[in-house]
């Protein structure tokens, strides 16, 4: 099939793959990609390589998408300059995040995109999907509503699935804009910093007093100022209050 030209779409959300397992996946995943004019795909930790044979041929035209990806030892470093991300998973979390079907992920989507904010949809390997300390730097869930007793999907489906309904409502013009994301959101790597700054200084206190409970503790904290959908501006603001509380009297 003739190589289609990737041309960048920056009003549209990056894909990114977490631990994908198969080359041809990741592969179908660019042709779903290219069907739905999503150009930017980013790979963590990839088993196999996006550039091999079997990607190729199983990008079916959407070759250009593949040369263009970009490869990352870590989820951080892949979320780094997002500010706005959505994680696709079938599990139940013990975490307490909003969940969206597609159809209510798009618009919101749709919104950060339109006030010049980077956003991104998560999905997670074949076999065992996202692992909770990926959720967690998700800003909310979207679940894919099938049939209870056979909910799993292919990777490229569900890649093409949430593609299609953003290209579709993107087609429509069902775009909407709404003051609140005016304030720009933190990125991943500042959230990442703010995680880091607190979490040394409560270790320096004693917080995480129970070794075998401390995991689960920075799970909970990374939770609660994810949700909280931080601005540039508060993040500063966090920073010199734990500044100030650790500072001598």
């Not at 099939?1 to 549209?12: G, L, Q, R």
């Not at 979390?93 to 159809?103: G, L």
């Not at 049939?147 to 409502?169: D, T």
């Not at 991943?188 to 995991?215: P, V």
């Amino acid at each position: 099939m003739k190589k289609i030209e990737n041309t960048p779409n920056e009003k549209a959300p990056v894909v990114i793959l977490v631990r994908p397992q198969l080359a041809e996946n990741i592969g179908m995943v660019a042709r779903a990609m290219m069907n739905c004019t999503l150009t930017e795909l980013r790979l963590v930790q990839p088993r196999e390589s996006h550039l091999s044979d079997k990607a190729l041929s199983a990008a079916s035209g959407a070759q250009s998408i593949l040369e263009t990806a970009t490869v990352f030892e870590t989820l951080e470093g892949a979320l780094a300059d997002i500010q706005y991300v959505l994680a696709t998973t079938a599990r139940h979390r013990e975490m307490i995040k909003p969940v969206f079907s597609p159809e209510e992920a798009v618009p919101l989507l749709n919104n950060h995109l339109n006030h010049h904010q980077k956003t991104a949809i998560l999905f997670g390997a074949e076999r065992t999907g996202l692992e909770n300390d990926e959720v967690i730097f998700a800003d909310g869930i979207i679940e894919i509503p099938l049939n209870p007793q056979h909910s799993s999907l292919n990777l490229s489906q569900a890649v093409l699935l949430v593609g299609y309904i953003w290209f579709h409502a993107t087609q429509k013009g069902d775009m909407k804009h709404t003051d609140a994301a005016q304030a720009q959101p933190a990125t991943k790597a500042e959230l990442a910093a703010l995680f880091t700054h607190l979490e040394n200084e409560l270790t320096r206190r004693g917080y995480f007093r129970f070794s075998d409970k401390k995991e689960r503790m920075q799970r909970n904290l990374r939770n609660i100022f994810t949700r909280a959908a931080l601005t540039k501006a508060e993040i500063k603001t966090l920073h010199g209050v734990i500044t100030d509380l650790i500072r001598p009297l």
